[in-house]
């Protein structure tokens, strides 16, 4: 049997006003089911770029990156990351070496990239893991690598020994990768800036079952879904859901309040959601909920499939972004296309 290689997720997600460009290289060695290397370029969360092994080109995810740049750009995307697939090759023998590893299944992943917020603030980070733990990071302002293990300071130590490749990520990371982020923005300003409210919905498995407050459709995806009990906020026995990417780019999300029904139906508990300035209250009674054991309502299947074609994703892209990180953002070359300067250093 093949080993089970668990893809975790730990999304930054964007918020109105908010925008961010993000590159997942993502090598993985061993016996597996997909591709050996694949890359994974983002903008506000929503995938516009894609490349793996197994095909061997960069392609289009997006109607409007794809309107707007010509057969330039993928070519020259196609030939950095072919030259990155190489580069992943060489250096994971090196680091299965310190680790003292020969057998299994080991990742490697160079996550980097840029978020512009409206008040003019920039970030930028450039960061590398493997087998889904911190391996190096670049400082931006010492313009030096941290090592995150004691097998990541031989490289550290080489890598500070190039000051001018760390200067060279952090001018690309504060000005061209946000330049690039303009402009992809300016290219689908009409999907990236658009504003959608949520549908609200009540649902239950059966008549014994948790009620679960249901949001979704909802776009950018800052949400607040909150529980009232008798016009106070209740925060006991309820569970917050994680953010789920509808397949359209729309979000969704759920809070369940375990409550018994015999309890709920003495006293007045009332879901509320808020997105983009507007609240919606949906006040919990047997008339409002729509159960899932006789028919599953639309909204529900529309989730369902969105899981199920977002884990694909994952699990083609090889995506194993650490827990404890809330994100990670991408860098362009001055075609516009995803490279990784720094990642052709041997560790």
Request: charged share 25%.
């Amino acid at each position: 049997m093949r080993p089970v290689l668990v893809l975790l997720l730990g999304f930054h997600l964007a918020y109105a006003g908010k925008h961010s460009l993000r590159y997942f290289y993502t090598g993985v060695s061993g016996d597996i089911d997909f591709p050996e290397f694949t890359v994974v370029g983002l903008v506000d969360e929503g995938q516009f770029y894609y490349f793996d092994s197994n095909i061997k080109k960069a392609v289009p995810k997006t109607e409007w990156i794809r309107q707007n740049v010509g057969p330039e750009y993928w070519d020259g995307g196609t030939q950095n990351d072919i030259g990155e697939h190489q580069n992943f090759k060489n250096n994971i023998q090196v680091l299965k070496e310190r680790f003292n590893q020969s057998t299994g299944v080991h990742t490697w992943q160079l996550m980097y990239g840029c978020e512009l917020d409206t008040d003019g603030t920039k970030q930028g980070y450039f960061q590398i893991g493997y087998d889904g733990e911190d391996f190096l990071s670049l400082d931006k302002s010492s313009l030096t690598w941290t090592a995150a293990k004691d097998q990541a300071v031989a490289t550290k130590v080489k890598w500070d020994s190039i000051g001018a490749d760390a200067k060279f990520q952090t001018n690309y990371l504060e000005n061209t990768c946000i330049e690039w982020l303009q402009k992809y923005v300016g290219y689908g300003k009409d999907t990236l800036e658009r504003k959608v409210s949520p549908q609200v919905s009540l649902l239950q498995k059966s008549p014994s079952s948790s009620v679960s407050c249901h949001a979704t459709g909802f776009y950018p995806s800052g949400v607040t879904i909150s529980w009232h009990r008798e016009g106070q906020e209740h925060d006991e026995d309820v569970d917050l859901g994680e953010l789920i990417i509808n397949e359209d780019g729309t979000f969704q999300r759920a809070s369940t309040l375990n409550v018994k029904p015999e309890e709920w139906k003495k006293n007045e508990y009332k879901c509320v959601v808020e997105h983009q300035g507007k609240t919606i209250r949906e006040i919990l009674t047997e008339d409002k909920i729509k159960t899932n054991y006789a028919s599953v309502p639309i909204g529900i299947i529309v989730g369902v499939v969105a899981v199920v074609l977002l884990l694909v994703i994952i699990a083609v892209a090889g995506f194993m972004v650490y827990q404890k990180k809330k994100g990670f953002k991408p860098v362009a070359s001055d075609d516009g296309s995803n490279s990784s300067t720094h990642s052709n250093q041997k560790p």
